[in-house]
C-alpha cells in the first residue's frame, strides 16, 4: 500500500479588522469622489429626500464620470491583491460592500416614504457591481503580480 503525503492544509488568512475597513472605505470612495471631484459632474440632484443625501447625490450622478469609478475600481483592487495577496478576493468583494450597504439604506428610507420609488432597484445595484466589481479581476492581477514580484 502506497501511502500519499499531503501538505497539511493551512486555514484561510484571518482578515484584520483594519484592511477590512480599508477594503470597504477605498470601495465607496471610487464611487463617492469620483462625481464631486470632476468639475461639472454634480448635475443631477439626489431623487426624493434621501437618508444620506452626499451619497445618493454622487450616485445619481456616477455616469457623467463613470470611467474614472471603474479604473479607480480597478487600480484600488490591485492595490489590495499586491498588499494582501492570500487575502485577494474577500478583500475585493468588500469593496462593494459599504457603497451597497448606504445605497441599501438609502433605498428602504425612500421606499418608506414614497412605495413607488426605486422601481428600476436591480439596476441600482448592477451598477453598483460594474463601477465597483473591476476591483475583483484588480484583486486577482494584484496577487500575481505580487507572486512575481517575489520570484525575483
Not at 441599501?104 to 441600482?124: G, Y
Request: charged content about 10%; some cysteine.
Amino acid at each position: 500500500m502506497i501511502r500519499h503525503e499531503t501538505p497539511e492544509s493551512t486555514p484561510p488568512p484571518r482578515l484584520s479588522p483594519l484592511w477590512i475597513a480599508v477594503a470597504a472605505v477605498a470601495g465607496l470612495l471610487c464611487v463617492v469622489l469620483p462625481p464631486y471631484l470632476v468639475r461639472g459632474a454634480l448635475t443631477r440632484p439626489a431623487y426624493g429626500a434621501p437618508l444620506i443625501p452626499w451619497f445618493a447625490v454622487a450616485f445619481a450622478n456616477i455616469w457623467s464620470c463613470w470611467r474614472i469609478s471603474i479604473i479607480s475600481s480597478f487600480l484600488i483592487g490591485v492595490g489590495l491583491g499586491y498588499a494582501r495577496p492570500r487575502s485577494w478576493l474577500p478583500l475585493s468583494c468588500l469593496t462593494v460592500s459599504l457603497a451597497a450597504i448606504l445605497n441599501t439604506a438609502n433605498v428602504i428610507h425612500d421606499a418608506m416614504r414614497d412605495r413607488s420609488s426605486h422601481n428600476l432597484l436591480p439596476f441600482e445595484f448592477a451598477m453598483l457591481a460594474f463601477i465597483c466589481g473591476p476591483a475583483i479581476p484588480g484583486a486577482f492581477i494584484g496577487r500575481k503580480l505580487r507572486g512575481l514580484a517575489n520570484l525575483a
